[in-house]
Nanobody
Framework: QVQLVESGGGLVQPGGSLRLSCEAPGNTSSIYAMGWYRQSPGNQRELVATITSGGSTHYGDSVKGRFTISTDNAKNLKFLQKNSLKMNNLKPEDSAVYYC????????????WGQGIQVTVSS
């Protein structure tokens, strides 16, 4: 497990855009996929998006067509170290703490998480 580092959150008006970034410093030779979850007060943690080292992506229904997850894996490496989440056409209901995760090939007990970053969509 490693402590993932998130950046890019903040306050944005409805309809605006933000880009979140996540990086796994140090030795990441087990993270085969990365993703984002979010949680707002009173709600369960919700899957936002995931991406594998092969480039396969998956999105939660509420963000499909608006959010895009990407990673720089031009060398086609087996393991990932960073990813970005571009969020367009943001809505107030997108307001939440966003958490980056790294999925370990050794199983969920070895997954890595970030501390969370606040995204607030408000006029």
């Amino acid at each position: 497990q490693v402590q993932l580092v998130e950046s890019g959150g903040g306050l944005v008006q409805p309809g605006g855009s933000l880009r979140l970034s996540c990086e796994a410093p140090g030795n990441t030779s087990s993270i085969y996929a990365m993703g984002w979850y979010r949680q707002s007060p009173g709600n369960q943690r919700e899957l936002v998006a995931t991406i594998t080292s092969g480039g396969s992506t998956h999105y939660g229904d509420s963000v499909k067509g608006r959010f895009t997850i990407s990673t720089d894996n031009a060398k086609n490496l087996k393991f990932l170290q960073k990813n970005s989440l571009k969020m367009n056409n943001l809505k107030p209901e997108d307001s939440a703490v966003y958490y980056c995760t790294g999925y370990s090939e050794y199983g969920p007990d070895y997954d890595s998480w970030g501390q969370g970053i606040q995204v607030t969509v408000s006029s």
